[in-house]
């Protein structure tokens, strides 16, 4: 059973902090890594993919895998009460019958207080 | 309408009675899932689909039938809907060859 395991918060953050949201996977063979957003009521919005070891920076976001020690983080620069949201980790690994088949956490609520 | 649509976004109904939930895109992904979205839970695949008459189970898929007759649509019907059913319902696509999946805006249903 592959899991991805994120702590469910809510992790709550001043306004132009840095935002730290963790997830470890269990399944060593994992290749892609996402992280979704998802505001309440809406939909999952995918707003970093990473994919070898090391930091990947997009705007105000950074994500980091160390896949050694199985964890993907997601940093959010300067915190901005819009960045209030679910946060959703995903981790595809080998193709199951030839199809990538993502697991997701069950997300980590962030709260970025004025 | 650009993108992946669900419809409808707000359905109740009884239990017992079958209900349809409808995915449509205009990529023309070849991939397309459904997920079902609970407090406590998480997303949790349903069933999903690497091409058109092609489809698969997911971790969830007792109570559910799905089709894909054309690339962009794909339907999913609760045969005899039950209240454990009463959940937010997305429905996702991707590319081959991506790993990067898109959701739609979701269908919350509520059994009664």
């Known amino acids: 059973q592959k899991e991805v395991e994120q702590n469910s918060g809510p992790l709550s953050v001043p306004e132009g902090a840095i935002a730290s949201l963790n997830c470890t996977y269990s399944?060593?063979?994992?290749?892609?890594f996402f992280w979704y957003r998802q505001y309440s009521g809406k939909s999952p919005e995918l707003i970093m993919s990473?994919?070898?070891?090391g930091d990947k920076e997009d705007g105000r976001f950074t994500a980091q895998l160390n896949k050694a020690s199985q964890y993907v983080s997601l940093l959010i620069r300067d915190s901005q009460p819009s960045d209030s949201a679910t946060y959703l980790c995903?981790?595809?690994?080998?193709?199951?019958?030839?199809?990538?088949?993502?697991?997701f956490g069950r997300g980590t609520s962030l709260i970025v207080h004025p | 309408d650009a993108g992946i649509t669900q419809s409808p976004r707000y359905k109740i109904t009884e239990t017992g009675r079958q209900v349809t939930l409808m995915c449509h895109q205009t990529?023309?992904?070849?991939?397309m899932f459904w997920y079902r979205q609970d407090l406590g839970h998480g997303l949790r695949l349903i069933y999903y689909?690497?091409?058109?008459?092609?489809?698969d189970k997911g971790e969830v898929p007792d109570g559910y039938v799905v089709s894909r007759s054309k690339t962009e649509n794909f339907p999913l019907t609760l045969e005899s809907a039950t209240r454990s059913q009463t959940s937010v319902y997305f429905c996702?696509?991707?590319?081959?060859?991506?790993?990067?999946?898109?959701f739609g805006p979701g269908t919350r249903l509520t059994v009664l």
């Open positions: 689909s690497a091409a058109a008459d092609i489809t």
């Open positions: 996702a696509s991707r590319a081959g060859g991506s790993n990067e999946q898109f």
């Open positions: 995903a981790v595809t690994g080998l193709p199951s019958g030839g199809s990538y088949i993502p697991t």
């Open positions: 990529w023309s992904h070849s991939y």
């Open positions: 399944d060593r063979g994992s290749q892609s």
């Open positions: 990473i994919y070898s070891n």
